[in-house]
């Protein structure tokens, strides 16, 4: 042990006087300097002020750093602002492609007067007074000879022709001329947007009251009541219109897979698949009331008496029979796939239903300037009021687009973010705890128990990663409720992923241990613990850092490898990796490209931040690094 | 130097038995009758009782566990790997196609591997902070951070879809005999899995073949090497890369054993039906003998890379004492 010269008085006064000395001398030939401590003139810093120093000046670094802020505030601070209902599908909104222009109508529209609009999933048409059709929105299928064409490509006869009627489909739209021909374009997959042979010959010789479209079927009804329906009509026999039925009918309400009619005689009668839409009240059939006017959504409908009383029969979910208290009569209605629109005489709308595409926010302009006419369909309204202008409501669009459920995909990503980030670092937390505490002990102590644990370590490193984690997997779901199988992906990821860093840390430790200071703390009768703790800890806390943020960002890709072959986070709760599990089949990866693309981008993108921080991370706390 | 190989030895048998016994564990905390997978379903009642008493006798199963345990590694040992109830026929013969799969599928992939890191790991070593080694370090990080699946769905897209140059996935049909357009067939269809299982070896192995070839150009033999006026090729090649191949022994012998190694990932996509592919397939249908097996021989392979690694390393760098 070296003599600790401060500690003697007289040596002390010595070097005081010498120190003295010299400084007096210094004084003669140079400008006095204010005195410093020794620490003030080597300006020394805190290892940790370096490393952000050197941190800083790395310019990858802070891009990757800025980078996983965006992700993470992108993530967390999105799934609250954006709450997500796991339960809500909407299977006619699948596979639409990223688009936010569904309520975006031209002006040119407007300019020239609406007359009527109608909206399919994903867009909308409109004929404008002076027989102009309008189309905006997002294609909603792939095109593909024979099978759609581009709901925007109008056809050329349609732009030459005098157009008196449109009408959109879930994927289609038809328009009739002033001469009675019918021309469709958009889904064809079933002919619904193609006039059959046997119906051109009834359009040449009726006039046509109303043409409808609707899910993947098309409908015409002749001003003579005769009503004719073709397209997807296999599972519903909509195309078959009863007997007593055909040539009375005045009105009709199109749903997806059923329709209600209303005859001259003001009773109602339904076709289509047996169901809650079919259990038409008694009155409303024996004609002690008489209906003037209906509406249906996709499983309810509201009729209208002359007396001005609502009849509302079927699903009741969404509220959608509850209707509100009106205060004046009825003078038109509508409705759309989940909600149900009135307009009364006094130019108010009445609006309510379901609130996925956060339809019920109505615009205020809309209570404030009177509403001539109102179009309801599918989940865009539009209302036109008596100065000509328009009010859009309802779905703006998918941003993302949607999945095979018609799930919006923004919001999946956004909480598959909140998941896939949550379970990596909670993996890379438990895997790092385990480390240390094998890494420590096993690196400081030394001898049978350094051997044993390191044997241990060798089990595990030895069992090749994806396969066991994905036998672990399988293997306890079994026995874990759906609700806990993401704490279990968190507990497998983690309890297979410390080796690596355990031995890093044991390896840094025997380092350490051989060190001075060590030796002096022992010297001094500093506890084992607390050697341990105080003195070797602080040491190895850099390497520890960086290998945390290097292993996170392993993490992250090895959760998204499971959750996509389907052995991670189950589904319905999205995660980055099970958004794309149904992205496997060529048929997604070619024409529903945005649904693997947008997600597998969000993966690579917070990997590469996270990589890049870690990379500035180890070169920064490493100041030999700098010079290689 | 046969000391340490022994001593080596001898510490493998406990790390042998740890992982046994954890993946006997895991067969036996597995969902599902082992028992009544093997019987016939449409066995009447009364059989049902007598054949199920019979099949779990033969199978060992009325032992206790470490009988059991016992049984299973000695079969195992000898080649019985146990019967695949999804392949409806032994794991042995199971795996033998899938095996043969994915090591041809591999050779390619560890021959282009070793074929482009060494040549560019070298070159952005020498040529440091250059734009070629820039642009290399880019591509390393970026692959790095991507997904296997996302890799192989991009160039499912590119290559498959949009330019149709390559079969989206799947494997090559074998009715027109063994003739050239049927190895030409072979190709195409791996081109896909060798090009994405190719990029995702590519990003770690250029980075560790350029840091040790970086250690070796900054030892002072390099100096010296120099300063004697040896050309740059000469000291390049003679002097660093001889050097640098001693950590680099280490990737060559991993990639050697990885030749087994079935990418569950990229094979699944692929529909390639390699070794990874058949794991996650017995996996979805809960064929359990056929997945802990397979774990076994993942896990005896690694362990005998580890060790072959190992003694390489002591035998090809001088410095070090295997004692």
Known sequence: METKTGQDPVLKRQTGILQSFFSMIKRLFVKDKPQLSALEEEAIQTPAKTVMKNFLRHKLGILGLVGFICILAFSFVGSYLKPINLGHMETTLRNIRPGYNYLKYPSQLVKEGVKT??????FSV???QAGNVYVWGTQPVYLLEGFS???????????????????AGDRHILALDDRGKLYGWGLNNFQQAEVPTNLQSKLNSKQVAEIIGSELYSAVLFADGELYVWGSTMANRLDIIPAECQGHIVKVAASSNNMALLLDDGTVRTTGIENVFRRVPEELQDGSAKIVDLASSYRAVLALDDQGELHAWGDTEFGILNAPEIPSKVKAMAAGKNNMTLLLDNGQVVYWGADHYNQLRLPPRLQQKPVAKVFSTMFQNYALHEDGTLTAWGNKGFLFGTDEQGRDLFTRIIHGGRISLTVGAISVVISVIIALFFGMTSGFFGGWVDNLLMRFTDVVMAVPFLPIAITLSAVVSGKVPEMYRIYMIMVILGILGWPGTARLIRAQILLEREKDFVLAARALGVKYYNIIIRHILPNIFNLVIVNITLRYAGSLLTEAGLSFLGFGVAPPTPSWGNILQNAQSSAVIEYYWWRWLIPGLFVVFAALSVNLVGDALREAMDPRANQK | MLRYIIKRI????????LITVMLFTLLKIMPGDPVRMMLNPGLKAEHYKAAYDAMT???????????QYVRWIGNTFQGELGWSTLHNRPVKDAIKEPLKNTIILNIFVIILELAITLPVGIKCAVKRGTRYDNFWQVFSLITYSMPSFFIALSL??????????????????????RNFAYYLSWLKYMALPIITLTIISLAGT????????????????????????LSEKVVIYSHAFRNALIPVSTIIIGAIFSLFYGAAITETVFAWNGIGHVLVKGLSNRDFMLVISMNLFFAMLSIIANFVADITYGLVDPRIKLE
């Open chain 2, 206 to 229: 250029i980075r560790y073949v350029r840091n040790a070839m970086i250690d070796a150009l900054t030892q002072d033999y390099i100096r010296t090497a120099r300063s004697k006026g």
């Open chain 1, 117 to 122: 609009i109608s909206s399919g999933v994903s």
């Open chain 2, 10 to 17: 001898l510490s493998l048998i406990p790390v042998v038995f």
């Open chain 1, 149 to 167: 064409t581009s709901i925007h490509k109008i056809p050329e006869e349609v732009k030459q022709a005098n157009i008196v009627q449109v009408t």
């Open chain 2, 156 to 177: 499912i897209f590119i290559l498959a879809i949009r330019l149709r140059w390559l079969p989206p996935g799947g494997m090559p049909l074998t009715i027109h005999g």
């Open chain 2, 57 to 67: 006798i033969k199978l060992g199963l009325d032992k206790s566990y470490p009988e």
């Open chain 1, 126 to 128: 409109g004929l404008s």
